[in-house]
Structures are given as C-alpha cells and as structure tokens.
C-alpha cells in the first residue's frame, strides 16, 4: 500500500493518463508557473516578515530661515 490506498503502480498509470491528456509542454509549463508563483509568494512573505524602517526626519539646516531673515530685512 502506497499513499492512502494508492499504490505506486496506481499512481503511475494516473501519471500516464496525465501526460497523455494534457502532454509534456503543458505541463512543463504549468509545473513552471507553480514554481515562479511559489517563489513570489515566498518573497512576498520575507518582505512582510523584515520589520518597517522608520521615515528619517528632515534636518533643517541653520541656513534654512537664512532667506526668511533677509527678506524681513528688508522689508523693515
């Protein structure tokens, strides 16, 4: 007895049928989209995973109200 009831022979002649049905390009195919779909998902998991880099804040320089300073000057 193979994997719940299923023998191995069992599983190769669904293998046959399977390939037989849908061919190997089909399924060459299929097996890749499986694989890129698995790996994104796994991606996808790290990147929830890494936590959240906090936004830098914004350093005002001194010269930042510089220009703010010379146009009261001169408008006094």
Known sequence: MGLGGISPIQL????AIVILIF???RLKSLGGDV???IKSFKTA???EEKPAEPE???KKSKDANFSEVKDQEKQD
């Open 12 to 15: 190769l002649i669904i293998l």
């Open 23 to 25: 061919g190997t390009k």
């Open 35 to 37: 694989g890129s779909a």
């Open 45 to 47: 998991m790290k990147e």
């Open 56 to 58: 830098p804040l914004e």
